[in-house]
């Protein structure tokens, strides 16, 4: 947005010794973001009001001209061709050399065809980026030698405020606001707006009628006569074009001008193209078609307003006027609008027909309601001061549905000094509010302040609000800076928050997988991929899309489409979540404080997947099992007897892994038919982890002593045994056996060939060793007969 300091400087009087580099900082570090201070004058000190004295024609050009120019100064001689129709007697714009203007053009003292040339005569377009290509030709009784931009109010200055940083604040969104800013900050008196009284006209019938009053909440309007359409006063246009804003006539001009001053839109339609007087806001039927004041033809929702007359519309609401009743040269009665519309309403109807205005960006804000009626009171009083014969036909019709937005805030000085960290005197604070708009009454101990109606509930509601309003203006600068007295104390363990850690770093440090942050919302299609029924999901009421439909069961449903997407890239990857879950179940937590409700139950979780090109994945699955079980130093087994936790996982691949009898999760297949939906021609192995049981399990008992004094030995075993015996059962039989096995590690599995069905062979290592003395070969092969003999006795092994 932009601002104009000519503009500001109309409602409040700035120090002569304020540079606007020193305003820009202070508005910066109190209320806005000024992003660049533009000079618009800064390049039109050369340019003056000049008197042509005399004229000739060139003698060696028959398309130029040579004039003597007074610029109060001196007299210059300059060349000018056709496109200036100029006269002795006419006051011009006129550039000396050497100089630059503000479009770049620069001019230099030059001899053309022998005449000597010493400036040139400016076009409007010469001067600023959005004039015209014509010559301004200055009113008699302008000051010869007067610089041009001070005639023609380009002696500004321009603040380019970041809309960001007021996106809270609809009262800055205009001059007067930031005038009203500026004041406070600077301790200075804010002058009233000029307004002047009028007459209601009793000529004609207005009538209004707000059937969407959910969108519209108030309307204001009045038909006004006696219009003469022409171009605004030169200081209006000077000010409109400052801010970016085209000068169209007299009427629009006043409404943008009010617009950009108070933030409040308005718009004026032409009496004689709204039928029957009459206004009506209603909703826009489907797909019903307007053509807005840019030509364009829009297709409109029943969820969008339109202002009407009594046969069609003429006012997509809040957003722009109507072409079928635009303010035209030969208009002479006008109907002026104020409303208030709904926001949300207008930031949705905005965003969905790609149509960004001035008035769409205040109105999406939420604005005073009071600030109707002084909006047309403003325009009534340029009205008469431009077209001092311009009369009301109507009384001013004011339809209001707005609900009252007064309020009071207890401010207590105790809370105040806490929140800022110093405290500020009483009279201080006072005169800070009060210099804002803010109505004060003095407690004692707390203030009771009512914020003005332009302060808004979304913007000024609780007690921290105040406290900033009085820290911003009083300066933050002015605040002296201390370190928060605070007690040293070493932070409560958090077991859970340590084991997360540690988990996290053991999977992607040790294990090189990757971890992944999935919403806790899932949806249909990840269902379906799984095969799973959505009756046994929550389901969200106000779900962002379908893939956000329901609450997760299971870290799958969405772990089964980190899979699909990454095989685009990778042919083999290993991935891992860690999250809460949401089950129909109760459970521990209450749904508020003394409720007898509880929330549903939400287990932790850790869960992941490994892709291979073959089942061999499974093993590398389970040595990524393993690895975080041994060094979170849980003693586990492995069960082959339970069944699949679901339906989507490989009957023939399924281990349940365990702490005693304690199930801490389980390692598994995808099974085919769920590899089959996602076209995956590889294998995938899936495991998931109880986070609870993982932290009930969980140990530090690691204790470091020397190495073996004594040496121990190895015996290699290769044994034929039943294809359906668990390598982890024979193992535990094994280690059980004797006190000095303490190592029995599988190092060759073979299950094809020789064999007769239903047979596998099994290669491991035993490591032996007596802490206490030297193991003898006696001791180690009598050790080595027991393990053969418990092979053969307890699971019928042939020994190779």
């Known amino acids: 947005m932009k601002i104009s300091l000519n503009w500001l400087k109309q409602y409040v009087d700035l120090p002569k010794n304020l540079s606007p580099e020193e305003l820009a900082l202070k508005l910066t570090m109190s209320i806005v973001e000024v992003e660049e201070v533009i000079d618009l004058g800064g390049q039109l000190n050369d340019v003056y009001v000049g008197k042509v004295v005399k004229i000739i024609k060139h003698p060696a050009a028959d398309k130029l001209s040579v004039a003597e120019v007074d610029i109060g100064k001196k007299k ?8 200036a129709e100029v006269h002795e007697g006419d006051l011009v714009p006129v550039a000396q050399a050497p100089t630059t203007l503000p479009t770049g053009i620069q001019i230099e003292a030059k001899e053309i065809r022998g005449v000597q040339s010493e400036g040139m005569l400016c076009l409007d377009s010469e001067l600023m980026a959005d004039g015209e290509a014509k010559l301004n030709y200055f009113p008699a009784g302008t ?13 500004d200055v321009i603040f380019e405020i970041d809309n960001k940083s007021i996106t809270h604040r609809p009262d800055l969104w205009g001059h007067y606001g930031m005038a009203r800013e500026a004041a406070a900050i600077l301790g200075l008196k804010l002058k009233p707006l000029k307004l002047t009284d009028y007459q209601e006209g009793q000529d004609a019938d207005l009538t209004i009628k707000l059937e969407d009053k959910e969108n519209c909440s108030r309307y204001i309007g009045a038909l006004v006569g006696n219009i003469k359409i022409e171009p605004s006063p030169l200081w209006l246009r000077h000010l409109l074009k400052s801010v970016g804003v085209r000068p169209i006539n007299n009427i629009v001009d006043i409404t943008n001008y009010v617009m950009l001053e108070l933030g409040r839109p308005a718009h004026a339609f032409d009496r004689h193209d709204v039928m029957g007087d009459t206004i009506i806001a209603r909703r826009a039927k489907e797909g019903e078609k307007f053509t807005t004041l840019d030509g364009q033809t829009r297709t409109l929702t029943s969820k969008m307003c339109l202002i009407c007359d009594s046969k069609r519309a003429i006012d997509l609401a809040g957003i722009m006027g109507g072409e079928n009743s635009e303010i035209k040269d030969e208009t002479t009665e006008v109907l002026l609008e104020l409303a208030n519309f709904n926001p949300s309403n ?3 109807t905005s965003t969905a027909l790609g149509l960004r205005t001035d008035a769409a960006a205040r109105f999406e804000k939420g604005l005073d309601p009071d600030l109707a009626r002084l909006g047309l009171d403003r325009i009534m009083t340029l009205i008469l001061e431009f077209i001092p014969e311009a009369k009301l036909l109507s009384r001013v019709v004011d339809v209001n549905y707005d609900s009252d937005q007064s309020r009071e805030i207890d401010l207590g000085l105790d809370f105040l000094e806490k929140r800022i960290g110093q405290a500020i005197p009483k009279k201080e604070v006072i005169r800070i509010l009060e210099s804002l708009s803010f109505e004060v009454k003095d407690k004692k101990d707390s203030l009771l302040v009512k914020p003005p109606q332009f302060r808004t509930k979304k913007d000024i509601s609780l007690p921290e609000d105040l406290v900033e309003e009085v820290a911003r203006i009083y300066g933050f600068d002015n605040i002296e800076p201390a370190m928060p007295m605070v007690a040293m104390e070493l ?3 958090n077991p859970s928050q340590a084991l997360e850690r540690q988990i996290k770093a053991i999977l992607t440090q040790t294990c090189q997988a990757t971890e992944i942050y999935n919403y806790s919302f899932t949806g249909q299609k990840n269902l379906t991929i799984l095969g799973l029924d959505e009756k046994d999901y929550w389901q969200l009421k106000n779900y962002f899309s379908e893939d956000q439909k329901y609450l997760r069961k299971n870290l799958f449903e969405n772990l089964i489409v980190n899979l699909e997407d990454n095989l685009r890239f990778f042919g083999s990857f290993s991935l891992f979540e860690l999250g809460r879950v949401y089950l129909k179940e109760t459970g521990e937590f209450q749904a508020a404080k003394d409720s007898q409700e509880f929330l549903a139950k939400q287990p932790k979780l850790l869960a992941g997947l490994m892709v291979g090109e073959d089942q061999a994945v499974f093993f590398k699955a389970k040595g990524l099992a393993e ?15 339970a069944k699949p936790a679901f339906k989507w996982l490989d009957n023939q691949a399924y281990l349940e892994i365990l702490a005693g009898d304690q199930v801490l999760g389980w390692l598994s297949l995808l099974d085919r038919k769920v590899l089959n939906r996602l076209n995956l021609n590889k294998s995938a192995a899936v495991w998931q982890f109880s986070f609870e049981a993982l932290l009930k399990q969980t140990q530090d008992s690691k204790k470091y002593w020397s190495l073996a004094k004594y040496p121990g030995m190895t015996y290699d075993f290769s044994v034929a045994v039943d294809q359906k015996l668990a390598w982890a059962q024979l193992r535990q039989e094994v280690l059980e056996l004797s006190p000095l096995i303490k190592r029995v590690e599988l190092f060759d599995l073979y299950q094809q060939g020789q064999f007769s069905s239903g047979k596998k062979s099994l290669a491991f290592h035993v490591d032996l060793l007596d802490e206490t003395k030297t193991l003898t070969a006696q001791a180690g092969d009598s050790l080595k007969n027991q393990i053969i003999n418990l092979l053969k006795k307890k699971f019928k092994a042939e020994v190779r």
């Open 76 to 83: 210059i001689q300059l060349i000018f061709g056709q496109l």
């Open 143 to 155: 000051k010869v030698g007067s610089l041009v931009k001070d005639v023609l109010g380009l002696a």
């Open 346 to 348: 207008i930031r949705r």
């Open 491 to 493: 932070p409560a363990d």
């Open 627 to 641: 690895t975080l079980l041994d060094v979170l130093e849980i003693k586990y087994n492995y069960s082959n007897k």
